[in-house]
């Protein structure tokens, strides 16, 4: 072994794609070192997220403003990094990045939804479905997925635990989806990485909500359910508030020596030397990362000589419809709450030219902070808006509804002209909204008009986007079977580099319209495979040919 090296394995990022290869390659045995520009969050940082009921004004209280907009909770969050120290500068308008600078990253405000891709998702993959099946059901053991089989061939079925028993509102919209007389149109149980097991420390407390962070652990992340397995072992390391600069790429070779970081606490510049480099920052951070790893012979940054990082930037478009149920109004709340959103739902849109599109998305029913259901009878007294409240406070359901991304050239990431408060340059992300999604955006509108309809929806609250906030990224750094059609291969390795590997939503090539965690932590388990058995086999050659001299 080569003393001069820090460690086998060195991995930027701890979300969904770092935290489970961390946690295979150390348990396989090799040294590795997780390089996370942020800190680890206080263990009591969501304990403000208490379970429903303990609130007893109905969420009215002397400063509440109405109308509030009832989508507006998933993207206000002191979490989310702002424009001084992420990747981008967030502008206002445009697209919009979320990220979080934390270990776990955005899985700290994960909403745990957990699915699998299709062979049908896959089909401009270099794999196939049988390849990566064995990859997902290690992990949803790992993490704890729950659900139902269903035998659905556009959602293949998983490892499984038992859900949380749907409540009446899910029941609505279950029977006004099986009222459509539609076969393409389901409404199954969730799938999500939740601990519904009861009698344990992380078991789910039902508050209502995932994105808000969970108190106890229940939903999924690295530092809950993995990152104590492996902390205290001698071959791990977990660098924090450690911010990736650039990869050093040896003169006139393939090989990538070393990362250079900056330790965001003390202003020093550090170096880590490794075997193997794997980045798993994100589909805009990464690329930021390879940009600024440009020297003379990349001039266009690591793993851009066909110019084809950053290129191809995709989010899910997205529907969001709100109402109050009327078959609910009155209604005591007898049953548990769960985890807000204890549904999900497919069909396929219909679209003018008579084809039609594949689209997924949940059911939310929640308890919410504010009765932003309220917003639209400014007129009422404040005694009348409490009253109603608490008629209505049981009744309200959201569905977000998404359709696949479209790679798109113009839709990219790029270097930018800013500075973050390090003085490390951000990136720039053009996008524009691509034109088909327009028509699917108003097809899946209208099938989530229907279903709510048919469960008695009141007032609808609906929006529209696809400028980042469905934060599903992907498709700056696709995997490819050769180099001039993407950045990866089929093991994540970077073409043209020896031993650079990516694993993060920057590899899927065609984003579908589900949601792509559980996929990259599938790859992340497939590729933890990959580089044990490559260390292995070169330490195995190392030694006979030592032996032979």
Not at 8 to 33: H, M, N, Q, R, S
Not at 225 to 244: M, S
Not at 296 to 314: C, Y
Request: with cysteine.
């Amino acid at each position: 072994m080569d003393n001069t090296l820090d460690c086998d394995v060195c991995i930027v990022g701890t979300g969904a794609g770092g935290g489970i290869l961390a946690y295979e390659l150390a348990k396989a045995g090799l040294t590795v070192i997780s390089l996370e520009q942020g800190g680890q969050l206080p263990a009591d940082q969501f304990k403000t997220v208490s379970p429903p009921g303990a609130v007893k004004d109905f969420g009215i209280g002397p400063d509440t403003v109405w109308p509030s907009d009832p989508h507006d909770s998933l993207f206000i969050h002191p979490l989310f990094a702002d424009g001084a120290t992420g990747s981008t500068t967030r502008p206002k308008s445009g697209f919009q990045h979320f990220q979080i600078l934390a270990v776990d990253g955005l899985q700290n405000l994960w909403n745990g939804v957990s699915v699998r891709f299709s062979d049908t998702d896959l089909h401009s993959w270099p794999l196939d479905y049988a390849t990566l099946a064995p990859h997902y059901s290690a992990v949803e053991q790992l993490i704890t997925v729950c659900g139902t089989a269903e035998n659905l061939k556009e959602l293949p079925d998983g490892e499984f635990i038992e859900p949380k028993p749907l409540r009446p509102a899910d029941t609505l919209i279950v029977q006004a989806a099986r009222g459509l007389g539609d076969p393409d149109s389901h409404a199954i149980p969730n799938r999500k990485a939740i601990n519904t097991r009861a009698g344990m420390t992380s078991s789910c407390i039902s508050t209502g909500v995932c994105t808000s962070g969970c108190p106890v652990g229940s939903v999924y992340k690295f530092s809950a359910r993995l990152l104590p397995e492996i902390a205290a072992l001698p071959n791990y390391e977990l660098r924090t508030h450690a911010k990736a600069l650039r990869l050093m790429c040896d003169a006139g070779t393939q090989h990538i020596s070393g990362i250079e970081y900056l330790d965001t606490q003390t202003g020093r510049h550090g170096t880590i030397r490794a075997r193997n480099f794997v980045l798993a920052a994100g589909a805009i951070e990464t690329p930021r990362i390879l940009f600024n790893s440009a020297d003379s012979s990349n001039p266009a940054g690591l793993g851009n000589r066909n110019d084809l990082v950053g290129r191809g930037l995709q989010d899910n478009p997205k529907v969001v419809l709100s109402t109050s149920l009327r078959k609910l109004w009155g209604k005591r709340r007898d049953y548990d709450i769960g985890y807000g959103d204890l549904l999900i739902l497919l069909s396929r849109g219909k679209l003018p030219n008579g084809s039609s599109f594949p689209f997924i998305g949940h059911a939310i029913h929640g308890i919410a902070d504010v009765p932003h259901y309220l917003g639209a009878m400014k007129p009422f007294p404040p005694f009348v808006k409490e009253r109603l409240a608490r008629m209505m406070f049981y009744s309200y359901v959201t569905l977000g509804l998404f359709c696949a991304g479209e790679p798109t050239p113009g839709n990219r990431v790029r270097v930018g002209g800013t500075m973050d408060k390090y003085g490390v340059r951000q990136v720039q992300v053009d996008f524009s909204i691509p034109s088909a999604a327009h028509a699917q955006m108003d097809a899946m509108m209208a099938w989530g008009r229907k279903v709510l309809r048919g469960a008695s929806a009141t007032k609808l609250y609906t929006t529209r986007d696809n400028s980042g906030t469905g934060i599903h990224y992907a498709g700056t750094t696709p995997i490819s079977a050769t180099p001039d059609d993407g950045v990866v291969d089929v093991n994540l390795k970077v073409h043209g580099l020896d031993n650079l590997f990516i694993c993060d939503g920057g590899v899927i090539p065609i984003l579908p319209d589900k949601h792509l965690t559980l996929t990259i932590m599938a790859l992340s388990h497939r590729l933890g495979k990959h580089i044990a058995d490559t260390v292995r086999r070169d330490e195995l050659t190392a030694v006979q040919v030592a032996m032979a001299q």
